[in-house]
């Protein structure tokens, strides 16, 4: 279960808040007061991924029941999946979840979805793990059916993949035209040219260069397809280590190393550690997350990496988003 968050009074910026399994396993409690306190800071949203339990992370919340959750216990900040695996559910019924969970929530829905990248989660459990190229013309088709269903009185639609005939799908979501899309997913190819067709965001990973590099792939199919680059929200996802102090982190960055038992010396982790992830004291954050603010990224889905504790979390928003 990883809970985003954004603040608002400043750039639109989600952040992943993951939970730590070396901590002992998942606390349904931490997620209730992440929410919560997320909400109280001004964070604009909150996400959720959508995996199934599995040998190397075992304890896992199903990504809409939870959602759903939180939905009744918070009154303002948004509930999104980050990302919703198209394999999981036909879009028919994705497409009736999402305008329920829009309407109870007094439209607070932003719906990520994604192709899925884990043969291990569906092949467990019997579920048909076509080749990536099939799995991505199946999400483009259930975006367009999902969308159809949210605006339409009647859907007919004769996919490779799917098909409905004369789907009716009432109540419509509250949200209008409908639910933000956000689309998951790096590709260069096919994936984003799927956001440039059909979404209102796109999420990748990777680092400032990866992020550049598909930040202008996005921008070549938007101007193919005639889409308007600047209408879509670019988000990317990032791990962030924040203290008040470098004592701190540095105290905090050396417990992990040991209770990893990470082979090596601790100052070659800590090095390769803070190549892959946003880490240090505020002003160290801020130094490393504007290059990706001035690429256009408008929204860092980022996991913190002190969970369950949730004094990244108030930091981050106290002493970094404001900056940003």
């Known amino acids: 279960m990883l809970p985003v968050m954004v603040p608002?009074?400043?750039?639109?910026?989600?952040?992943?808040?993951?939970?730590?399994?070396?901590?002992?396993?998942?606390?349904?409690?931490?997620?209730?007061?992440?929410?919560?306190?997320?909400?109280?800071?001004?964070?604009?949203?909150?996400?959720?991924?959508?995996?199934?339990?599995?040998?190397?992370?075992?304890?896992?919340?199903?990504?809409?029941?939870?959602?759903?959750?939180?939905?009744?216990?918070?009154?303002?900040?948004?509930?999104?999946?980050?990302?919703?695996?198209?394999?999981?559910?036909?879009?028919?019924?994705?497409?009736?979840?999402?305008?329920?969970?829009?309407?109870?929530?007094?439209?607070?829905?932003?719906?990520?979805?994604?192709?899925?990248?884990?043969?291990?989660?569906?092949?467990?459990?019997?579920?048909d793990w076509p080749s990536p190229e099939v799995r991505l013309q199946m999400l483009g088709e259930s975006v367009r059916i999902i969308k159809s269903l949210w605006t339409r009185e009647r859907t007919d639609f004769e996919g490779r993949h799917y098909k409905l005939s004369g789907a009716y799908s009432e109540p419509k979501p509250?949200?209008?035209?409908?639910?933000?899309?956000?689309?998951?997913?790096?590709?260069?190819?096919f994936t984003l040219r799927l956001v440039a067709k059909y979404a209102e965001a796109s999420n990748f990973g990777g680092s400032l260069a990866d992020v550049e590099r598909r930040m202008g792939a996005l921008r070549r199919h938007c101007e193919e397809v005639g889409r308007d680059y600047g209408e879509i929200t670019k988000?990317?996802?990032?791990?962030?280590?924040?203290?008040?102090?470098?004592e701190e982190y540095l105290e905090d960055m050396r417990e992990r190393w040991e209770a990893n038992r990470a082979p090596g010396l601790f100052e070659e982790w800590l090095g390769k550690a803070e190549e892959a992830y946003i880490t240090g004291t505020p002003d160290e954050c801020v130094e490393q997350l504007r290059p990706y603010v001035e690429l256009g990224v408008g929204l860092f889905v980022i996991r913190f990496g002190d969970m369950p504790s949730l004094e990244g979390l108030r930091l981050f928003a106290e002493k970094v988003a404001p900056r940003l």
């Open 174 to 189: 509250v949200q209008k035209p409908h639910p933000p899309v956000m689309i998951g997913g790096g590709g260069e190819g």
């Open 235 to 246: 988000s990317t996802s990032l791990g962030v280590v924040v203290h008040p102090t470098r």
């Open 8 to 127: 608002s009074g400043s750039r639109p910026l989600p952040f992943y808040h993951a939970l730590q399994y070396r901590y002992g396993g998942l606390d349904v409690g931490v997620v209730r007061e992440a929410a919560l306190e997320a909400e109280r800071l001004g964070y604009h949203s909150v996400w959720v991924s959508d995996h199934l339990s599995r040998e190397v992370c075992r304890e896992r919340l199903e990504c809409w029941t939870t959602m759903t959750w939180l939905a009744t216990l918070t009154e303002r900040v948004r509930l999104g999946s980050m990302v919703i695996c198209n394999l999981y559910r036909h879009p028919g019924l994705m497409a009736k979840m999402a305008s329920t969970l829009d309407l109870v929530s007094g439209g607070r829905l932003e719906l990520g979805i994604g192709a899925c990248w884990s043969e291990l989660e569906c092949s467990e459990r019997g579920i």
